[in-house]
């Protein structure tokens, strides 16, 4: 005779899902998951619910990037584990490519257009970022559907961890059922990978593909991606943060060698290289190492 484990409790879940009423993409993938049972706990009238064993989700009304300051709502057993957020939405751009991405939150430069403050960012979890990248690009990729990092560039403003997961689908009216059901399978199991090296990312375009690239090939996870633009306002203060809000980073990387040349990085840390981390199993079972 077995047993199934015990639903997670708000208390001991890993991270929670922020599925928003007004992005089409949170409310596809939200079609696929139903009505997961509750916990109990409740955020302004919404359920916290269990969507899997390591995750809960949770509904909230309005556009996710202006939900400022959401984790001061949730329960303390949430905010004292430093549980991670995760937002499921659209991805736009003036390019109009389907993709998948994923990214930090904040803002590094000083203008805050699309939720948050200038020169304010969102503490981030690379090991869980990072799984999520290598799940997207290896369902995604079959799909023609490519995954990538994004740079570091909005908001809401918060204090807990949180990254968003994003499906752009060009001139379409609406998103593609394949893409909903990669974030839909992908999402509920965000497992962070024990032995990849944290850094800062420092450079590069604003889909980071030196570093996508580094992080599906090698044993790299980034927290904080700061784009080639974002350095030609860069102060030393927001490189620090940057620094510090990538949790576990042991330096920062640049994209290339102009880019390791900015003021702003002049006593920051240790500058690190593509080749301090080996290079991923050629065996793993999945993009995700798992």
Known sequence: MTTEAPAPSAASSRYLVVVSAEDPVAQGVAR???????????????????????????????????????????????????????????????QNVPCLTVHPLGNPGDSAEVGGRPAALVPADPPRMVSALRA????????????TFEATHHGPELALPAFFVEIGYGTEPD???PGLRVLAETIPHLTPVVGDRVA????????????TDLALKRRWAFG???SRHVLATLTPEVARSALE??????????????????????????RMRDSDAPTRSSDATSASGT
């Open 136 to 147: 997207l690009a290896e369902r995604g990729g079959p799909l023609g559907l490519k995954a």
């Open 200 to 211: 800062l990312a420092v450079g590069g375009g604003h889909y980071a593909p030196h570093f």
């Open 224 to 226: 904080h991606i700061l």
């Open 245 to 270: 809000s990538s949790a576990g980073a042991e330096g920062w990387l640049p994209a290339r060698q102009e880019d390791a040349g900015h003021p702003a990085l002049r006593g920051l840390g240790i």
């Open 175 to 177: 998103p593609p059922e």
């Open 32 to 94: 696929h998951w139903g009505t997961p049972p509750s916990t109990g706990d409740h955020v302004e009238g919404a359920a916290l619910r269990v969507l899997s064993p390591e995750a809960l989700v949770l509904r909230r009304p309005g556009l996710h990037i202006h939900d400022e300051h959401l984790d001061d709502l949730l329960p303390q057993s949430i905010r004292s584990a430093r549980t991670t957020l995760v937002f499921p939405s659209i991805h736009r751009s003036e």
